[in-house]
């Protein structure tokens, strides 16, 4: 590891801030990222989910899903097979945020598209 490979990394983490317009705390952004693979699979992760596969505490997960749907970036809708459960998706402009500052970290990496 070089003082240039850290710098890369700080770096990196003002690009997350730049292409999200605010500084994501590890449990929101663990969230969002795991909110962004599932939706590039195409598949409905449910409310009780989504903390255990961020690795964030279910009580965290629930304080932060309240946060980012009253701030517009989360969704939420029924579940399409069990209407009990709640079915958290991220809005698309959030989406293209992340997308955006996910292909712009990898070019900083030199990493290939």
């Known amino acids: 590891m070089t003082a240039a490979d850290v710098r890369a990394v700080i770096e990196v ?12 705390d590890d449990a929101a952004w663990s969230m969002m990222l795991e909110l962004y693979a599932t939706r590039l699979e195409a598949r409905p992760l449910h409310q009780t989910r989504l903390g255990m596969r961020a690795g964030v505490p279910e009580t965290t997960a629930l304080r932060v899903t309240r946060r980012m749907l009253a701030a517009g970036l989360f969704t939420a809708e029924p579940h399409p097979a069990d ?5 958290i998706g991220l809005s698309d402009a ?11 970290s990898r070019a900083l990496a030199g990493l290939a598209a």
């Open 13 to 24: 983490r003002q690009l997350r801030r730049r292409y999200l317009g605010f500084e994501a």
């Open 94 to 104: 959030i989406a293209e945020r992340i997308r955006a500052y996910l292909a712009a």
């Open 83 to 87: 209407k009990r459960l709640v079915v």
